[in-house]
């Protein structure tokens, strides 16, 4: 009994959801989506240029992070209620990862974790949360890497104390310490990258996650390798050990609560570019409608709220922007 209708959230009714280890949490918005009028997002017919460029954390100036950071600090000054405030933008997260919304026409939760939907959604988030950044802070783009910057509204105080710099990530962890030195860790690391973006990886579903589809029939739990790691990982490894789900980094529901989140997932998003280009032709994109059509929703920076589809994510160029290309070390790590 396969369902192959494409996914969207039911706006009429978000409701109190579910952390990771089942506590109650809620995220809704304080004013019903469903009283909102929905915009279709438009592609523009012709890409924007220039391509707003996201830099590596590690490379960037003073002046870029100064821009990025202030803006952050508008959003964090903003009333709660706003949807362009940190905390709404980082409810949003949690809307679509605890389950707040149903699927339209069903019981089943819009889930978009651990399936073929986690790149797609990520991407459109991103997106409008730095369109909206842009909009209050002239030419601010995202930066990527796990920056830990630890000044003005960057801060988080809710990160692993254990784990910041100059501690090297272990990719792979397992919320166990290996005592790895950081030569040792860091080859450790180009390995793992190896396996998870090229030979563990040469199928789009091994990559991008299993073919969830509508209601609780085509429900499926197989996270892509990226999604499983380093992207999980990566969540686990920033967060505070010592709250019971590892807030912020380390829940959903809070992850998006921690800068860090932004830095994390932009470098998530230029891995799924990266791996297209190592696939080339061999890395078609899911054709199912069933992928293509599924909806999420979103406000944009002129407070517009805005449904966009999986088909509209797809080429980074066509939504003005681009990462800026470093090396790949991880490339010439095969074991
Ligand atoms: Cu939606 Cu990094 O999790």
Redesign the pocket.
Known sequence: NHDNRPLAANLSACHASLTDADRPTYCCPPRRDADQIVVEFQLPEIAPSPLRVRRPAHLLDSDYVAKYEKAVAIMKSLPSDHPHSFLRQANN?CL??TGSYNQVNSTSLFK??RSWF?FP??RA?LYFHERILGSSSATTHLLYRIGFYTRGAFNSTQREPGHLPPHVADLNYQREETGRKPEEQMAVNLAFMYHQMVSGARKAELFMGCKLTAGAEGGCDGPGTI?DAP??T??EWVGNGLNPEREY?GA?YT??RDPA?YA??AN?DRLWTVWRKIMDSAAPDFTESSWLDTSFTFYDENLRFVRIKVRDCLDPAKLGYAYENIDLPWLNARP
């Open positions: 997260h679509y990862c978009i974790h986690f959604w990520h988030f999604e992207h999980n990566v969540h980094m959903f992850a998006a989140f994390h997932h998530i």
